[in-house]
């Protein structure tokens, strides 16, 4: 039945979208709705070694979850799987995702003092203001920047570096959950976890694999996860949300002592790092209520609450795939990230383009697809090759 209603969802949104497109193009701002993208069927010189790699991981991927080496093939194959979905819409377009006049590259070469630009970050969020932050720049807290100002000048700097680093980073995520988990037979949904879409190549898809981490370390080293997750907040004002999956991460069922012990050392070192970027300059809730103000000052204004409170979650199932869908539960990894996206949704300020925001949450879903068999590995491939090859997605 879940699978029939997540279906029937998806069909409703796309079909809603086609109809509001058709007469005011410039109210849901998104042309393949409830993706962001355009409908554009199109192949691309990653569409065999995407077709091969899906192949191989659903003829062998049980079997890989059993291997000595399970966690490094996984995370190999899961970089290839990635990066073959990106090179459907090709090279050029996947090295330039990244540089935009909307993006964080086009703000680089202007951070020529990175505590000054700290200090003052927070009075360029505002729109209409000479020097005000590009679009995503003003939307997140200066973590993001500061990573590819740091790439810049380590010399790995330009579009080709930034995306493939983001790739490479958000592919950890398939190698940290299963950790948390404590259960490798997660690992070949994670590998054709659909969402891989969007990880190559946006900043989300950073922001995935370094939250995925953060949670897996607060399993075994609350401190040194709390870090970690701290440094989360500065990459994206919604990835507060994780705080549900840091409770799951530290929950001890019939020790609340030791579950309140390991919450202490995790919050302790969230409060560092926060407290580390306040010295610095920038206060997190100010960024925050400063970039509310940014949000309707775009197109958040117009993008109508009505449609995307829903199809957000028809964005979401595309993300998850079937075998998301047939495995939720009530593991306490898939409650936990359950509740951030419901959070995120009602706020009324995801309305669209989840599918690379909600990333770091989405992932998680997934907890419960271990027990799941081949036909549904089949199905997560078929989805994520279906989305790439029929929507030239911005990301």
Request: net charge neutral; glycine share 10%; aromatic share 12%.
């Amino acid at each position: 039945m879940r699978l029939v209603i997540a279906g029937s969802l998806v069909v409703a949104a796309v079909v809603v979208g086609i109809v509001v497109n058709a007469h005011s193009p410039d109210i849901l701002y998104a042309a393949a709705a409830p993706l962001f993208g355009n409908w554009q069927p199109h192949l691309g010189p990653g569409t065999p070694a995407a077709v091969l790699i899906a192949f191989l991981v659903v003829a062998k991927g049980p079997e890989l979850a059993r291997h000595r080496y399970a966690l490094p093939i996984a995370y190999a194959t899961a970089t290839a799987w990635t990066f073959s979905l990106a090179l459907v819409d090709g090279w050029d377009r996947f090295t330039t995702r990244l540089t935009t006049d909307d993006e964080y590259l086009h703000e680089v070469p202007g951070v020529t003092d990175v505590p000054a630009m700290l200090r003052g970050f927070a009075d360029r969020i505002p729109d209409f203001q000479p020097d005000s932050w590009t679009t995503h720049v003003s939307g997140h807290p200066p973590g993001a920047l500061l990573t590819f100002t740091w790439l810049d000048r380590a010399g790995l700097g330009g579009g080709a570096v930034a995306s493939l680093f983001c790739v490479l980073v958000g592919s950890l995520a398939v190698v940290a959950i299963p950790k948390a988990l404590g259960d490798n037979a997660v690992l070949p949904f994670l590998v054709l976890f659909p969402g891989a879409v969007w990880v190559g190549a946006s900043a989300d898809g950073m922001f995935l694999g370094i939250a995925a981490v953060g949670v897996y370390l607060l399993t075994r080293w609350p401190l040194l996860g709390g870090v970690v997750l701290g440094w989360c907040l500065f990459l994206s004002y919604g990835l507060v949300l994780l705080a549900p999956l840091a409770l799951a991460a530290v929950w001890r069922k019939g020790d609340l002592a030791a579950t309140a012990r390991r919450a202490a050392l995790a919050a302790a070192g969230v409060l560092a790092v926060v407290a580390a970027f306040a010295v610095a300059g920038f206060w997190w809730y100010e960024g925050y209520e400063l970039v509310k103000i940014r949000y309707y000052q775009g197109i958040g204004d117009t993008r109508p609450y009505w449609y995307w409170v829903w199809a957000n979650l028809a964005a979401l199932v595309l993300v998850i795939g079937p075998a998301g869908v047939r495995g939720l539960g009530r593991d306490r990894w898939v409650v936990a990230a359950g509740a951030a996206i419901l959070a995120a949704d009602l706020s009324g300020l995801s309305k669209a383009e989840t599918e690379r925001i909600w990333l770091p949450f989405a992932i998680w879903l997934l907890a419960g697809t271990a027990r799941l068999d081949r036909r549904w590995l089949t199905a997560q491939a078929l989805t994520a090759l279906a989305v790439n090859h029929l929507v030239l997605t911005n990301w």
